[in-house]
C-alpha cells in the first residue's frame, strides 16, 4: 500500500512556473513508478507525465514536453512536476499516481493522491 499527498498547486499567470510535488509513505517507493495525471472540468483524467523508480526513465505528454519536467527523490519518498510556461489550457486537477511498471496507461496506477487544483490564468 502506498498513500500519496500532493501539494504545490494554486493560482498563476500565463508563463508563470509552479512545482508539484507528491509525498509517499512507506519504505518501498523507489520500487514504484510515478505519474502525474490531470483533469479539467468536463473532460476525463488524461496523463501527463510518468517516471520509473530509478528516477531515470520519463514519458511525457506531447503538449507538455519542453515545459513539464517530471523527477523523484527517493531519498526523501517525492515525486515532482516541475511546470513551466503554463497555459490557461492546463489548468486542472492534478494527481500523482503510483504504478508498478512505468506506463503512461491509467489503468495500470492503483495508487492515487487526493489532487491538486493548478489554474492558470490568461
Known amino acids: 500500500q502506498v498513500q500519496l499527498v500532493e501539494s504545490g498547486g494554486g493560482l498563476v499567470q500565463a508563463g508563470d512556473s509552479l512545482r508539484l510535488s507528491c509525498a509517499a509513505s512507506?519504505?518501498?517507493?523507489?520500487?514504484?513508478?510515478m505519474g502525474w495525471f490531470r483533469q479539467a472540468p468536463g473532460k476525463e483524467r488524461e496523463f501527463v507525465a510518468a517516471v520509473g523508480g530509478s528516477g531515470r526513465n520519463t514519458y511525457y505528454l506531447d503538449s507538455v514536453k519542453g515545459r513539464f519536467t517530471i523527477s523523484r527523490d527517493n531519498a526523501k519518498n517525492t515525486a515532482y512536476l516541475q511546470m513551466n510556461s503554463l497555459k490557461p489550457e492546463d489548468t486542472a486537477v492534478y494527481y500523482c499516481?503510483?504504478?508498478?511498471?512505468?506506463?503512461?496507461?491509467?489503468?495500470?496506477?492503483?495508487?492515487w493522491g487526493q489532487g491538486t487544483q493548478v489554474t492558470v490564468s490568461s
Open positions: 499516481a503510483a504504478a508498478g511498471l512505468l506506463t503512461t496507461n491509467i489503468r495500470l496506477y492503483p495508487y
Open positions: 512507506g519504505r518501498t517507493f523507489s520500487s514504484y513508478a
